[in-house]
């Protein structure tokens, strides 16, 4: 749940005065949970009503009017889904393997980073750390085109290692500069009994630091997993091969239908399977990823 | 502090060596490309073949580009019914839930769910409900005899666009709630008890106390959204295709179209420039209006 810094009571929502007052006080929490409870429905509605239809089977989800019930439970959505194009396994594959390397290269480049701007005094290291900032300021939008171009040079097209490379450069200014918070946040005398033992600045890093950093390293990551799982502008440009192709680009694939038709049970199926690590992930680590939002909208 | 500027001094060379890693993917898969593009914009560059120098020719064709001109005013329009409608909505669930009293927490998580889905799974989503023969808003509206025949919602440039700012408040109000609720709650709690002591009623604290103290989260949150909104591509991509009669291509779309349908990437790359100087145009009043007063 979505838990911020001391909450403020007002004074009115301590004390619960008897008297006439009594039952006013009780109408207005009702319509307030009612007010509350109405716009929680429609917010998860679209959501729930998308998972009730991909468990239906293809006639039913394809049905019009639609049903507002299915007659019976159903795999099939799913079993067509599995043997759609190369076979989900393959995007979902392709996806997760995008996904993995994003979060292990923002991980790793944004840990060294944001220790190195964090803890170490040398020439230019303001410059560089307002460099790596100010790219945020520029849409990766517009830079787009010579991507495709470099990677092409590079052979790094249609490789999840291409895209993953491209993602994790659009995470980092996010990710440098939560780690370099992060690390700021430790204290120096912890460092420095390790030093006095002839601990290296790496294995400081490692040894001491890292685990001290925790937090940190789950916002950077939620970040990152959430960027290359759900990005589709830079997937669609990059990828052209359809074998390489992310969850993203083939739903929007299987969208544009064979032969004019959409299988719409397919399709809700297709998006339950995008929703669910997105969602699992984010009610688990709630915490950290609405830590990143407020730092990032400190930072501004 | 003092003491330790003595033990970092000596490892100013290692400090550059743990940045260098970010540096160099930054510069090889950001700042290259950056140049690139002003390099590309002035060039005939086709998707295959050799490209070939044209100065500012791409340039001369953008500026009478009639298509390109509309898409940036489609994106301004967008951008303006969007973002305040994105604020009012936000503003409102945050005075919803700014208090902590019980389940709170609950109502923030689900009212901010939809921001973590991604915006293509979204727009396909909602592709799906507003579509007039298999979607619930048709059939609902039909069923409670509001309608007579199912409504093509994503059918008219108005309808269009209505829909898909419905589907965009449902997608990004969690992500301007959160933000004022972390401005809301900044605001020392004495004031709202003062404010109460002396009879001001829940509306007058509101207009009294927590909007004019939270000008500059209000300023943050409306830049961020604005921004965002400016750089609108995949529902417009997905739920309209740029229709109809490519009525709802926004300025990201139609650089998409002209480099990757049309294959003209210097002609897209000269788009790519312009909407970047638009950006920085607002990056910078963002940074005018968030500057530190004090």
Redesign the interface.
């Known amino acids: ?13 301590v004390i619960d005065t008897p008297g006439h007052h009594h039952w006013r006080r009780l109408g207005l929490q009702a319509a ?2 009612g ?3 109405v ?2 429905l ?3 509605f ?2 729930l ?2 998972l009730l239809t991909s468990f239906e089977t293809a006639a039913e989800a ?5 049903l507002y019930w299915p007659s019976r439970f159903s795999l099939e959505n799913y079993r067509n889904l599995a043997n759609y194009g190369q076979g989900i396994g393959r995007y979902l594959g392709n996806s997760a393997g995008v996904a993995s390397m994003t979060v292990l ?1 923002t991980l ?3 840990t ?2 944001g ?3 964090s ?5 230019g ?1 303001h410059a ?1 750390f307002m ?2 900032l100010a ?1 945020l ?3 990766f ?10 990677l092409r040079l590079l052979h790094l097209q249609d490789t999840q290692l291409g895209l993953a ?2 993602y ?2 659009f995470q ?1 200014p996010f990710a ?1 500069f939560m780690m370099r918070n992060a690390f700021d946040a430790v204290p ?1 005398d912890i460092e ?1 009994a390790a ?1 006095l033992d002839g601990c290296s ?1 790496l294995g400081l ?1 490692l040894r001491v630091m890292l685990p001290l950093v925790g937090p940190g390293l789950a916002t950077v990551a939620l970040f990152a997993f ?1 960027g290359s ?5 830079a997937a ?2 990059l990828i052209s091969d359809s074998r390489a192709f992310t969850l ?1 680009v083939m ?2 694939n299987a ?1 544009s239908g064979q032969l004019g038709s959409v299988n ?1 049970g397919l ?2 199926a ?2 339950v399977l ?2 669910v690590p ?2 699992a ?3 688990l680590l ?1 915490r950290y ?2 830590q990143g ?2 730092a990032g ?2 930072k ?1 | 502090m003092l003491a ?2 003595g ?3 000596p ?9 260098l ?3 160099a ?2 510069t090889l ?6 140049l ?2 002003a390099w ?1 914009s002035l060039n005939n ?1 086709p998707l295959l073949g050799h490209p070939s120098f044209t100065g500012l020719k791409n340039y001369l064709d953008l500026f009478h580009d009639a298509s390109f001109w509309g898409s940036v005013l489609f994106t301004v329009k967008y951008t303006l019914v969007v973002t305040p409608a994105i604020f009012l909505f936000a503003f409102a ?1 945050a005075l ?6 019980r ?12 921001v ?6 979204a727009s ?6 507003f ?1 007039d ?4 808003f ?2 609902v509206l ?1 069923d409670l005899g509001w309608i007579d025949e ?1 409504v093509q919602w994503l059918g008219d440039t108005y309808s269009a666009l209505a829909s898909i700012v419905v589907m965009v408040l ?1 997608k990004a109000a ?2 301007t709630m ?2 004022l ?2 401005g809301m ?1 900044a ?1 020392p ?1 004495d004031l ?2 003062a404010a ?1 002591l002396d009879g001001a009623r829940w509306w007058a604290q509101v207009r009294h106390i927590t909007i004019p103290l939270m000008r500059r989260t209000f300023a ?1 949150a409306l830049t ?1 959204s604005f921004i965002g909104s400016f ?1 609108a ?2 529902q417009f ?2 739920m309209t295709r740029g229709g109809p009669f490519n009525s709802t291509i926004t300025v ?1 779309h139609w ?2 179209r002209a ?2 349908t049309y294959f003209k ?1 210097g002609y ?2 000269a788009m ?2 312009v ?2 100087l638009m ?2 145009v607002l ?1 910078a009043v ?1 940074l005018y209006l ?1 500057r530190d007063e004090r």
């Open positions: 749940m979505i838990e911020l810094a001391p909450l403020s009571m007002r004074p009115h929502d307030y949970y007010l509350c409870s716009l929680m429609m917010f998860l679209p959501i009503w998308s394809s049905a019009s009017p639609p290269f790793v480049l944004a060294l980073g220790y190195g701007f803890r170490f005094t040398f020439p290291r560089l460099l790596i790219t300021m520029i849409p939008q517009s830079i787009l085109n010579p991507l495709f171009v470099l490379l491209v994790t450069t980092l440098v120096r420095e030093v600045p890093l959430f799982w759900n990005e589709l502008l669609l440009i993203p739903l929007i969208q719409w399709m809700q297709g998006i995008s929703i997105c969602a992930l984010f009610l709630q990823y609405i939002l407020i909208a400190v501004a | 330790l500027l033990l970092r001094a490892r100013g060379r290692a400090g550059l060596l743990f940045i890693p970010c540096l993917v930054t898969f950001f700042i290259v490309p950056l690139m593009t590309m560059w669930l919803l839930v700014h208090r902590g009293v389940f709170v927490g609950i109502f923030r998580t689900a009212y901010f769910l939809p973590v889905i991604g915006m293509t799974t396909l989503l909602w592709t799906w409900l579509n023969q298999v979607g619930i048709s059939a039909m199912p449902w969690g992500f959160v933000i609720l972390v709650q605001i709690v709202y008890e109460s943050l961020m750089l591509f995949e991509f997905v990201v650089i998409y480099s990757f990437l897209g790359a790519s420039v909407l970047l950006l920085l990056s963002q968030l």
